[in-house]
């Protein structure tokens, strides 16, 4: 079996699965492609991938030989166009939202699984996207804000007093809220 590694649009930071995480795969047998560059903004260069076992390899080659690709945003029809006989795609793809590119990728007999729609369950949690991913983004949202405000965030309290804490009101749901 082979899992291949796509590169996301230039406005995305992240990359669908990280070095380490890709050499347990490779111990169970499995070949990873990655293309060239995927992990770049991710902190994961070309050089950390293959020296965890995984080949860093042109587009159309991941495409082309891989029996799951892994994206976080869904490829390109031109992508699509390449892809292996049989090949299933993984990422965040937000079918509710995506309705009609479900509908269609459904004609084309692409076999999809989006992460995004993973139950939100105890026996589920260690492949919940959306948690994760909102506990990554209510923390950045923290950090943004702190960096905006005209004061700043004080955080302690020591023997020689401590600052007013800044006064904010936070707007969420769920774990970023």
Known sequence: MTIGILCEPPDERRVSLLPDQAQSLIKQKITVLVETNAG????????????????ATLRKDVLGVSDIILSIHAPSEEDLALLKTNAILMGVYQPLFNFMLMQQWASQNITTFSLDMMPRTTRAQAMDVLSSQANIAGYKAVLL???????????????????????????GAGVAG
Do not use: E, Q
């Open 40 to 55: 770049a903004l991710s902190f994961a260069n070309d050089d950390f991938y293959t020296a965890k076992g995984v080949k």
């Open 145 to 171: 804000a702190a960096s905006l405000y005209p004061k700043y965030f004080p955080m302690f309290m020591t023997a020689a007093g401590s600052v007013t804490p800044a006064k904010v009101l936070i707007l």
